[in-house]
């Protein structure tokens, strides 16, 4: 069964910044699609970034990020399979949702950010941002 565990959430200043981390465990597969994606309430998930994980392959380590944080967050995975960041910087009140790590098998692809395409998720970590 695979577990994805989220940390680094919390609450921060307009204009401050905040690293999440997320690790995949019982994983069978050396590579897939992670990805964020942020909820608040009443409204649908949406995709914040992604990154393919693959190590090898030409596509591997490209990434996606939705049009509300280009320029302010960046994905990156680490020396760890399947260990992911989302650097924020920058933040903004309206970017207080939970977080949320996600992932699936293959690239992630033009549609990264259909979270019915995932498989798996974490629990959430709340990240909440003061004006």
């Known amino acids: 069964q695979v577990h994805l565990a989220e940390s680094g959430g919390g609450s921060v200043q307009a204009g401050g910044s905040l690293k999440l981390s997320c690790a995949a465990s019982?994983?069978?597969?050396?590579?897939?699609?992670m990805a964020w994606f942020r909820q608040v309430p009443g409204k649908e998930r949406e995709g914040v970034a992604s990154i393919y994980t693959n190590i090898i392959l030409p596509n591997g380590g490209t990434t996606y990020y939705g049009d509300s944080v280009k320029g302010r967050f960046t994905i990156s995975q680490a020396d760890t399979k399947n260990t992911v960041y989302l650097q924020m910087n920058s933040l903004k009140p309206e970017d207080t949702a939970m977080y949320y790590c996600?992932?699936?098998?293959?690239?992630?692809?033009?549609?990264?950010?259909?979270?019915?395409?995932?498989?798996?998720w974490g629990q959430g970590t709340q990240v909440t941002v003061s004006s």
């Open positions: 019982g994983y069978k597969y050396s590579s897939g699609c």
């Open positions: 996600a992932i699936r098998t293959g690239a992630c692809g033009d549609a990264w950010y259909l979270s019915s395409r995932y498989n798996d």
